[in-house]
């Protein structure tokens, strides 16, 4: 158990509709990355928060949104889905003060757009 | 920008043997890290090894063992005396160093390893 906590686990919608993905860090931990891994595209970074700011943007569509609370949970909002939405979306967050290089994932949520 | 190969998509090793994944990674940073995650079939990222550029000496966990060639971008895994729960899809990634903070990881696609009894 890497200590962050990811829900739902699964989740199964239709195009064009809107979710929310949240994400509870490891206690203490400040940053949250949103990763997205695809058939097709493999593993991408999508956006990273540290302490309730955006810090890091990478291959993040502008259907998606995220954020991270005062409480250092974090969601991500997928909206006007699309079937190539369909990917096991992870969360990770890092150790508070350290410069480590190590990540926590936690164990992902599953969406399936029909 | 970073990327990262894996050039074997699919490997398999008997039970016991030893078993060598590559990776090799394009960078002009100097100051990196370089990691192996492993994806078993509950599908949990886990870390099995690390290392830091500026470090020489190459790091080792346990069965798990790295080979860096920090001039060639190179960093393979070696696995010994490879167990059935080493089944698994592994992972090269990178990460930049950035100050006091943590960079964001960039993956390979992958090795998917089979280990036959």
């Known amino acids: 158990d890497s200590g962050v906590t990811q829900t739902p686990k699964h989740l199964i919608t239709a195009t064009g509709q809107r979710v929310t993905l949240r994400c509870s860090p490891r206690s203490g931990d400040l940053s949250v990355y949103w990763y997205q891994q695809s058939l097709d595209q493999g593993l991408q970074f999508l956006i990273q928060?540290?302490?309730?700011?955006?810090?890091a943007k990478g291959n993040i569509l502008e259907r998606f949104s995220a954020q991270q609370f005062p409480d250092l949970h974090s969601e991500l909002n997928l909206s006007s889905l699309e079937l190539g939405d369909s990917a096991l979306y992870f969360c990770?967050?890092?150790?508070?003060?350290?410069?480590?290089?190590?990540?926590?994932f936690g164990e992902g949520s599953r969406l399936t757009v029909l | 920008a970073q990327t990262v190969t894996q050039s074997q998509p699919e490997m398999s090793v008997q039970e016991a043997e030893t078993v060598t994944l590559s990776c090799t990674y394009d960078t002009s940073e100097n100051n990196y890290y370089l990691f192996w995650y492993k994806q078993p079939p509950s599908r949990q990222m886990i870390l099995v090894i690390r290392?830091?550029?500026?470090?020489?000496q190459n790091a080792t966990e346990n069965r798990f063992s790295v080979n860096f060639q920090k001039a060639a971008k190179s960093f393979s895994l070696k696995i010994s005396d490879s167990q059935l729960g080493d089944t698994a899809m592994y992972f090269c990634a990178f990460m930049k160093r950035v100050g006091g903070s943590q960079g964001n990881l960039i993956f390979g696609k992958g090795t998917k390893l089979s280990v036959k009894p």
């Open positions: 290392q830091e550029a500026y470090k020489q």
């Open positions: 928060y540290y302490n309730g700011e955006e810090r």
């Open positions: 990770a967050s890092s150790v508070k003060g350290a410069n480590t290089g190590e990540l926590f």
